[in-house]
T-cell receptor, first 112, second 112 residues
Framework: GESVGLHLPTLSVQEGDNSIINCAYSNSASDYFIWYKQESGKGPQFIIDIRSNMDKRQGQRVTVLLNKTVKHLSLQIAATQPGDSAVYFCAENMGGDDKIIFGKGTRLHILP | DTEVTQTPKHLVMGMTNKKSLKCEQHMGHRAMYWYKQKAKKPPELMFVYSYEKLSINESVPSRFSPECPNSSLLNLHLHALQPEDSALYLC???????????FGPGTRLLVL
């Protein structure tokens, strides 16, 4: 099976609320994690990344949390806006090669 | 500039046709990638080029033939495709291996 997965295929959030998208991974050797946003008809867009020597990283309105103990990654989006509607993918690099493996994706719906 | 460009945006081809997809980046990245993405699925890695040499082929059928003429260009030559090969083909590049990958907008391919 896939080593990276997401807990929910679809997440609906009220505009202005915070969104939390979760991701589980199974490979302890993974040392680099990325979140991508993919809007309809477009390629994945890099949002934020984190290496395994960190447990939190913040960007503009986004925060990624990494819990290596339970192999869990999350993306928090503050004050969700209509433009945040997209599919969000987590991805991991297992170290030692050039591959990143994508999770299944979560579709984020913004409710007015 | 974090732009990866891909041409054409859309392509319709018959099963006996030969066509090529093109990808270009001018960020000085030394690793380039081809992915295939079916509807409602995550991108799946096909090929990786590192310093203009093929480093990973994910057991892709020989009807897909990648080429890296120089460090800025990546081609995907298509021949005798099947209808199930219809998908969004994404190109990505990264500064080095195991670094953040930046994606192009993709070529949407339809095989009739």
């Amino acid at each position: 099976g896939e080593s990276v997965g997401l807990h929910l295929p679809t997440l609906s959030v009220q505009e202005g609320d915070n969104s939390i998208i979760n991701c589980a991974y199974s490979n302890s050797a993974s040392d680099y994690f990325i979140w991508y946003k993919q809007e309809s008809g477009k390629g994945p867009q890099f949002i934020i990344d984190i290496r395994s020597n960190m447990d939190k990283r913040q960007g503009q309105r986004v925060t990624v949390l990494l819990n290596k103990t339970v192999k869990h990654l999350s993306l928090q989006i503050a004050a969700t806006q209509p433009g945040d509607s997209a599919v969000y993918f987590c991805a991991e690099n297992m170290g030692g090669d050039d591959k990143i493996i994508f999770g299944k994706g979560t579709r984020l719906h913004i409710l007015p | 500039d974090t732009e990866v460009t891909q041409t054409p945006k859309h392509l319709v081809m018959g099963m006996t046709n030969k066509k090529s997809l093109k990808c270009e980046q001018h960020m000085g990245h030394r690793a380039m990638y081809w992915y295939k993405q079916k509807a409602k699925k995550p991108p799946e890695l096909m090929f990786v080029y590192s310093y203009e040499k093929l480093s990973i082929n994910e057991s892709v059928p020989s009807r897909f033939s990648p080429e890296c003429p120089n460090s800025s260009l990546l081609n995907l030559h298509l021949h005798a495709l099947q209808p199930e090969d219809s998908a969004l083909y994404l190109c990505a590049s990264s500064q080095r291996n195991q670094e953040t990958q930046y994606f192009g907008p993709g070529t949407r391919l339809l095989v009739l």
